[in-house]
């Protein structure tokens, strides 16, 4: 059994940056895959980034060189560092834990970027 909690979303204007965190908890298998999505309403929700235990991460491709995912295992919280932000990146951010015997979502934060 796995929480997952989200904080950092907020409203900024374009150019902006944001920091979104979301801390796990209960019962975490070592080897896991983290990971933010993000959806808006009328399309299906779409993988950010993800981080592997060991740090290796991927990007799709619309925010690389803007957004940076890292992790903290000693206190089990990945990040998103959003950097440079564009109105296309406003969505509902969802954090998400993977192992092998489970997968678990946040209850989702809301990011809205201006013009």
């Known amino acids: 059994q796995v929480q997952l909690v989200e904080s950092g979303g907020g409203l900024v204007q374009a150019g902006g940056s944001l920091r979104l965190s979301c801390a796990a908890s209960?019962?975490?298998?070592?080897?896991?895959?983290m990971g933010w999505y993000r959806q808006v309403p009328g399309k299906q929700r779409e993988l950010v980034a993800s981080i592997t235990s060991g740090s290796s991460a991927n990007y799709v491709d619309s925010v690389k060189g803007r957004f940076t995912i890292s992790r903290d295992n000693a206190k089990n919280t990945v990040y998103l560092q959003m950097d440079s932000l564009k109105p296309e990146d406003t969505a509902v951010y969802y954090c998400n834990m993977n192992f092998l015997s489970g997968n678990y979502w946040g209850q989702g934060t809301q990011v809205t970027v201006s013009s």
């Open positions: 209960g019962t975490i298998f070592r080897l896991n895959v």
